[in-house]
């Protein structure tokens, strides 16, 4: 166990990157040192970044949770994967056709996880910047941290305008996974917190490019 925590320690102290390249590496390195045929390490951590109101841009720290998993085999070689999970608010389609006013929403969790192909370039690829678009451009609305009356019109007002079930989330970014073409299969959940309902809203799809044909 104390050659494990040396590697770590030894990664700390050179400046631990969280990312697939600093992964494969400790991975090959400790299966090396443990004398064993393969390795897996899982990293998980807030990813912030930066978000501003639509109308007063004003600026705030949004967040998401991420997770790399990186495994190392000395016959097969790697296998990556990687999980994204963002919040985000959705108005009801059904709410807003039956309602001869306004319409019920609530805040919802898309969460994505990737497998990633062998050519997956981590240098030119921004995938945590891609899946976070493919989840709140499909959302009836993005969230903010800062938001001011101007910005609480222009949200309100563009999720009236984009009602979604669950389940039209889960197809939606489904379909903008499938277009990335460092994806080899992925998973995609929605999960509402209800806002008029005792019970949660769930949907998910998987897919495998690998087993498609």
Known sequence: MSRFTEQLNQYYTEGFTADFTTL????????TRLDE???????????????????????????SDVTLHVTYDQDTGYSMRASLSVLITT???CSKEISDYSAHNQRGMVSMEISLTDSFDENNTDWKEMLLE???????????PVLKRPDEKVVTEHAFENPR??????????????EM????????MCRNEESIHMHDAIASVSYDKEDSG
């Open 24 to 31: 494969k590496k400790f991975t090959k390195e400790l299966a």
């Open 165 to 178: 079930f669950v389940e039209d989330m889960v197809r939606l970014v489904a379909a903008d996974l499938y």
């Open 134 to 144: 493919a989840a709140e451009s499909n959302a009836s609305a993005r969230l903010h």
């Open 91 to 93: 108005l009801c389609p």
């Open 37 to 63: 045929q393969d390795a897996t390490v899982d990293v998980s951590f807030p990813w912030f970044f930066e978000r501003s109101g639509p109308m007063s841009n004003l600026s705030g720290l949004s967040h």
């Open 181 to 188: 073409d460092f994806t080899s299969k992925f998973k995609v």
